[in-house]
């Protein structure tokens, strides 16, 4: 097994648990190494701080998986892991059956949060979806399928790794049905809410789980109101709003086919009366508001993929909270979000209070958001929250 040394100086933030080795940090690597190989970490002195997988020419060439010498990656270590990650869910409530409230949707495995960096599995339903995002995962492939056969039994695995971090971590991707027994779309429950998802729209794995909790709160919020959901994708937040008793909601997506599957969505819930779908520019639908709305949702897909690219998410992000406060009518509330783990919530929040001085409005912050907790968080791992939002209440100056 070969030994990748680290600098001075960057031995603290992996000491104390962060999973993460990054490439300036780095001293030396043995020669020989391959990409996907198995490699120790260590630090100026020789001393142990983890194992991973290699993969060379990335900004981040080791993610954690062991901190000791003996840890075998094989189906048992495999295994173990996604039991955890299920003893975890269950806690949680997940899957639920409680009426009303019946999820058989949600995160059964995200990646370092549950100690397999690289790895995402998302149920839906009997099926799972899979994303590999290291070449070290992918090349044990076998090995996971296997340990989830074993602890799930799911009726179905889909491949939805992005051809864009399969490119960049060196492997081919194969998105598709790895085992026989689905062929139609995705169909699952979240909070009782019924969804089917074609597996031909591919957004993340097919939804968007992470702001479960946060679309329960809108659902709590909009009696009575009128909603726009802007960036709806199929309709998740609105057809909350929708059941919490909103008079109206206008969800607005540019996808033609996410529009679709959205309309269908709601008209199954018995939402089709309250929820209008357009296909459209959400920029534009904002800009148009016009203080028409009680409550103006905003969560758009992520503007700061890398560090490189922050500083003008933030002025997307100022604009679209502008937009935002100046459809909201006074009194009315804006939800402001930010899925780009580069902007974390003091930066989002500063958006917001330029956005709405430029919107000649008050935007007072109410309440803060982050991702459920089936996306957990190791508490060295400041990077891993990379889902945040706000819901502010606007009044006129």
């Known amino acids: 097994m070969a030994t990748v040394r680290l600098k001075p100086g960057h031995v603290q933030p992996v000491w104390a648990g962060h999973p993460w080795i990054y490439a300036q940090a780095i001293d030396h690597v043995e020669p020989g190494v391959t990409a996907g190989d198995e490699v120790r970490v260590v630090d100026p002195r020789g001393n142990l701080l983890g194992r991973g997988f290699y993969t060379p020419g990335s900004a981040i060439p080791v993610r954690i998986l062991a901190r000791d010498e003996t840890t075998q990656f094989d189906v048992a270590f495999f295994r173990a892991r996604f039991e955890h990650a299920i003893a975890l869910r269950t806690e949680m409530g997940l899957p639920s059956a409680t009426a009303g409230q019946e999820t058989d949707g949600y995160r059964l495995v995200h990646a370092e949060g549950d100690g397999v960096p690289g790895l995402i599995v998302d149920r839906y339903g009997d099926t799972l979806a899979v994303q590999f995002g290291t070449i070290g995962m992918k090349q044990r492939e076998a090995m996971i399928r296997e340990a989830l056969r074993v602890s799930v039994g799911p009726r179905a695995v889909l491949d939805r790794t992005s051809a864009q971090t399969a490119k960049m971590e ?134 700061a993929p890398t560090r490189g690219t922050r500083e003008q998410a933030l002025i997307a992000y100022t604009k679209l909270a502008e937009n935002a406060c100046r459809a909201t009518r006074p009194g009315g509330l804006v939800v402001v979000c930010s899925c780009s783990a580069v902007v974390d919530l003091a930066a989002l929040t500063r958006a917001l209070a330029t956005g709405s001085t430029r919107a000649n409005v008050d935007a007072v912050v109410l309440e803060r958001w982050f991702q459920g907790p089936d996306h957990p968080v190791p508490a060295a791992f400041g990077e891993g929250l990379y889902l945040k939002a706000v819901i502010a209440r606007v009044d006129a100056r």
Not at 178 to 199: K, N
Request: net charge neutral; hydrophobic share 45%.
């Open 170 to 303: 060196g492997f081919d991707p194969a998105p598709g049905v790895a085992r026989e027994g689905i062929e139609g779309p995705l169909d699952f429950s979240e909070r009782g809410l019924r969804f089917r998802i074609p597996l031909e729209l591919g957004q993340k794995t097919g939804f968007y789980f992470d702001q479960r909790s946060l679309r329960a709160r809108v659902e709590s919020l909009s009696h009575g109101k009128r909603v726009l959901d802007a960036y709806a994708f199929v309709g998740a937040f609105a057809m909350a709003a929708a059941r919490g008793g909103a008079r109206e909601v206008v969800a607005v997506e540019e996808s033609a086919a996410a529009v679709e599957v959205g309309t269908a969505c709601a008209s199954a819930n018995g939402f089709g009366d309250r929820i209008t779908f357009v296909k459209g520019d959400a920029r534009r639908a904002l800009a148009d508001g016009a203080a028409a709305f009680d409550i103006v949702i905003t969560d758009p897909p992520r503007l």
